[in-house]
């Protein structure tokens, strides 16, 4: 599933924006809406299951949001039950990463993906391959599609076909436009 998420800061507005999209390989897909007193999101779904479960993108009562990208299927838990948890139970993007940390270091592994997390005066990329994990912090903007762009996992996503090149692609392009961003009405 071919999929976009980003965050970039605009000071001179003090606003943090969380964008995300993704193409659904599932036909008749509905977004769910999942919301509580801690936070708020869309479900996700997992691409190797094909059930609801965790979210894809949301925000908590702190103001951290957070969206996720698929890089590569594997039988470990979904990203998506990760992105719930740090919804639920974290304040930041650093509480985040934090926790994040706590789970891989503890033997929780995850499919291949990416997590964006941004609150109002940080984000970070937050690459995942099963328990390995990579990290760019960032104070202006982040982005991230279909394949890890620190983790060293290009090899192995090349041998599985030319998704790879189309995902590096639409992270180049990506970024020549999230550069652009000075408004709201320019994401």
Known sequence: MPSFAGAVILRKYK?????????????DHHDE???????????????????????????????L????????????????????????????AEDGLKMTVEHLQSGRKYQWGNLILAD?????????????HSIEWSERRVLRTSHHIMLDTEE?????????????????RGYDLIRQVKTVDDV
Do not use: W
Not at 15 to 27: A, E, H, S, V
Not at 78 to 87: G, K, N, P, R
């Open 15 to 27: 606003k943090t924006l969380l964008f995300k999209n993704r193409d659904m390989t599932i036909q």
């Open 33 to 63: 809406l999942f919301y509580d007193i801690d936070c708020f999101g869309i479900k996700g779904v997992n691409d190797v299951t094909g059930e609801t479960g965790g979210l894809a993108i949301g925000v908590n009562r702190n103001g």
């Open 65 to 92: 949001a957070i969206a996720n990208t698929h890089v590569r299927n594997s039988n470990d838990p979904s990203y998506h039950m990760l992105t719930e948890q740090l919804l639920m139970f974290t304040k930041d």
């Open 120 to 132: 109002n005066d940080s984000m970070l990329g937050l690459e995942l391959a099963g328990n390995d």
């Open 156 to 172: 192995t996503l090349r041998s599985e076909g030319d998704a790879y090149d189309q995902s590096v692609q639409r992270v180049e």
